[in-house]
């Protein structure tokens, strides 16, 4: 299988996708790496909603925001995946919070998210996060009940292009040596 | 180098660590893979502090809370990152915020920690993910100026120890066909 570090830096975000299915093998291995992210005090409070609905995928297009890029993803991918949070476990202690963030749920999901990307890169499908949407709306289609929150929705399909990586900034810019430098 | 499939299986968090240093090769790897990851709008929000000071590190341990099982990394390791973010970028339009969420930085975030700590275990190290800690006093010990959050720290080095995974949820349980099913 592809190397991790092949991984990394061959992923991309894919907005448009040929007809080809997404195979339940496929799938298979991409939950079970999510399954295998770390998460705050182990708590997974992961869930993910398999869309291939069209209707209900049609719906759900319809909440991301104007001029939203990912459009197109929503529309040809095969299927979308709508990643999910339980609420009370990430960034809590016996369900009370114990970090200066109300959100670590998003940091959990982050993880999990890599996984699910990279190893749909590595099973030559393509994928996009998309994060600019009507969260409470899509927590509506796909019938999220109290206590949990809609976080991203991943399109997940055959990419039908081969985009150029956006510029990323180089190291030096973020890495510090034991104090920041602004 | 080792593949994707095996990085996400046989990364441990490693709480225990042995004298042996990490080199700056390894790190540069490291940061790369973090550069690599994909981010809101491309806003890479992320910055990294590399502490490898003794008293330093002392004062970050100070700041876990409580019967923290991550005590002893902070201690053993050879250094510890600090993982920040820049304030108004990620989850933001123009330095607008566009989404339920106010700390969409967490996500990203999650993001480029999962490329850090599965390039890590790819390269023989070890690795653990803190983040119930003092968040403010962190970001004093670095230096962060105003418009940035200390986030999570990881200590990295060799583990002294093979942990076994603790148990996870099973696929079935988290994934929904087109409705959430509780």
């Known amino acids: ?4 570090h092949e991984a990394i830096r061959g992923r991309r975000s894919i907005r448009r996708f040929t007809d080809q299915e997404v195979t339940g093998e496929q799938l298979a291995l991409m939950f079970d790496a999510a399954r295998w992210a770390p998460s705050w005090g182990n708590s ?19 909440t991301l925001t104007p001029r939203n ?45 890599q996984n699910i990307c990279l190893t749909a890169h590595a099973l030559g ?13 899509v927590k509506e289609i796909v019938g999220l009940p109290a206590g949990y929150e809609a976080v991203t929705m991943i399109p997940v399909g055959h990419a039908d292009h081969r985009p150029a990586a956006p510029k990323r900034r180089e190291v030096a810019e973020f890495v510090h040596d034991d104090r920041f430098l602004g």
């Open 125 to 137: 499908l393509g994928s996009v996060i998309v994060g600019a949407f009507a969260h409470d709306r």
């Open 44 to 62: 997974q409070c992961w869930e993910i909603i398999v869309v291939r609905d069209r209707e209900t995928r049609k719906k759900l297009q319809e």
């Open 1 to 4: 299988m592809m190397s991790l």
């Open 69 to 113: 890029p990912a459009g197109p993803a929503m529309d040809t991918a095969p299927l979308v995946l709508v990643l999910a949070a339980g609420m009370g476990k990430s960034g809590c202690y016996k369900g009370e919070r114990v970090t200066k963030f109300s959100e670590w749920f998003l940091y959990d999901l982050g993880l999990a998210t």
